[in-house]
């Protein structure tokens, strides 16, 4: 079966209406469907109001990537979820066109270490799928997986290391973020007493 590459893939989809996510992946084919589903429900990232439920999907996408099986299993109901391709096709294309300025493709594709990205992608999902108050919660997660989604998409590791940086910056920032807030909790119970 011929690979779809990211770019292929955007230009055969179009710009206008809703499709489900079976369909969209039926698109991008067998090869790569943990990369085009992790890349698609990444995206929803940027697009208020589904993010946290559709995380939960990339979570069971990353655990079965990191338990080594070929294919993923997702539930009959996250495939029936209609997603409006106008908005998650610019992401993606934005994606892609920051990826090819940043550092253009040269030489044959090479294999991702799935098992490894596998981990990496559950632990950055969950993550995601934390309903939490923060600026950018959302968007810095998203952006992380957006990037392992098309590592994995092209066979190429450049965006998986993209990818990793950005998900040690989100543990990071919700680390001292909690922190934060159970300073300022405990200085406020000191002030109470």
């Given at each position: 079966m011929k690979r779809t590459n990211l770019f292929e893939l955007l230009?055969?989809?179009?710009?206008?209406?809703?499709f489900t996510l079976r369909e969209l992946l039926d698109k991008g084919g067998s090869e790569h469907?943990?990369?085009?589903g992790i890349a698609l429900l990444a995206a929803t990232a940027f697009i208020p109001g589904v993010t946290n439920v559709l995380a939960l999907g990339i979570v069971g996408l990353g655990l079965q990537m990191?338990?080594?099986?070929?294919?993923?299993?997702?539930p009959a109901s996250?495939?029936?979820?209609?997603?409006?391709?106008?908005?998650?096709?610019?992401?993606?294309?934005?994606a892609a066109g920051f990826l090819e300025r940043l550092a253009p493709r040269r030489g044959?594709?090479?294999p991702v270490p799935?098992?490894?990205?596998?981990?990496?992608?559950?632990?950055?999902a969950l993550m995601l799928a934390l309903p939490l108050p923060l600026p950018f919660s959302n968007l810095l997660p998203g952006a992380a997986l957006l990037f392992m989604g098309i590592a994995l998409l092209e066979d190429w590791p450049f965006p998986a290391w993209?990818?990793?940086a950005g998900s040690l910056g989100t543990t990071i920032y919700f680390a001292f973020s909690f922190d934060m807030v159970l300073k300022t909790f405990k200085a406020l119970w000191h002030l109470r007493h």
């Open positions: 230009e055969s989809l179009p710009s206008q209406g809703a469907i943990y990369g085009l990191a338990a080594g099986r070929a294919y993923p299993w997702l996250l495939l029936r979820v209609r997603l409006h391709l106008g908005r998650l096709k610019g992401v993606l294309a934005k044959e594709p090479r799935r098992r490894a990205l596998g981990f990496l992608v559950t632990w950055t993209i990818g990793l």
